[in-house]
């Protein structure tokens, strides 16, 4: 069963600790992308992926970067967590530059305190 | 700005047909996608229009009008399992797609 497998379900860190977000998928897809989902306020695009070494800055890029070292692998790094950051990261892949559907992952469930 | 609009609610009877409209505005636009998220879930991909008309997968069919910048998913035979929230999709001018904010399905026995 092909999937997007996120490292941690839960995670709780303190503020102004660097955290790193990992997520791998393993259907050849080119393209990933970090989404956090807030209530009320949907999903929304941190930063995407088409190719390995190649990120571009979504919607809400501050206070965030990722590393996209091998095809499988996209990681989303807090440089310095705040509360506001506190949310669900969702990862998703996708096959092409037409987007037919993504796979998402499971999410991320991050608390900072 | 670019968005797309979706109710935030809707409630149907089981067994009942239910539509989830949505409008959107979106430069270079690509299609139109439906996703359905459970409660502590992960979104799931339902189904895509690339061009105008009806796309049917089983009891769901989603429907997308360009000229009109709108679509809508429409749910037959609904049951309890369908309680979900419901998101349409649209693809922007640079290859990206942003999400509705989603509509909260509630289906009442």
């Known amino acids: 069963d092909v999937k997007v497998t996120q490292s941690s379900r839960y995670l709780v860190k303190r503020t102004g600790e660097k955290v790193f977000l990992e997520c791998v998928q393993d259907m050849d897809h080119e393209n990933m992308f970090w989404y956090r989902q807030d209530p009320g306020l949907g999903l929304r695009l941190i930063y995407f992926s088409y190719d390995v070494k190649m990120k571009e800055k979504g919607d809400i890029p501050e206070g965030y970067s990722v590393s996209r070292e091998k095809k499988e692998r996209f990681s989303l790094i807090l440089e310095s967590a705040s509360t506001n950051q506190t949310s669900m990261y969702l990862c998703a892949s996708s096959k092409g530059q037409r987007f037919y559907g993504y796979t998402f992952g499971s999410g991320t469930r991050l608390t900072v305190v | 700005g670019q968005s797309l609009e979706q109710p935030s609610e809707v409630t149907a009877v089981e067994g009942a047909i239910v539509q989830i409209n949505c409008t959107y505005q979106t430069s270079g636009f690509y299609g139109l996608s439906w996703y359905q998220q459970h409660d502590g879930g992960a979104p799931t991909f339902l189904s895509y229009n690339a061009l105008d008309g009806l796309e049917e997968t089983g009891r769901f069919s989603s429907f997308l009008s360009r000229s009109d910048s709108y679509g809508y998913l429409l749910l037959q035979e609904l049951q309890m399992k369908d309680s979900a929230s419901y998101f349409c999709?649209?693809?922007?001018?640079?290859?990206?797609?942003?999400f509705g904010k989603g509509t909260r399905l509630h289906i009442l026995p």
């Open positions: 999709a649209g693809g922007e001018g640079d290859d990206k797609i942003i």
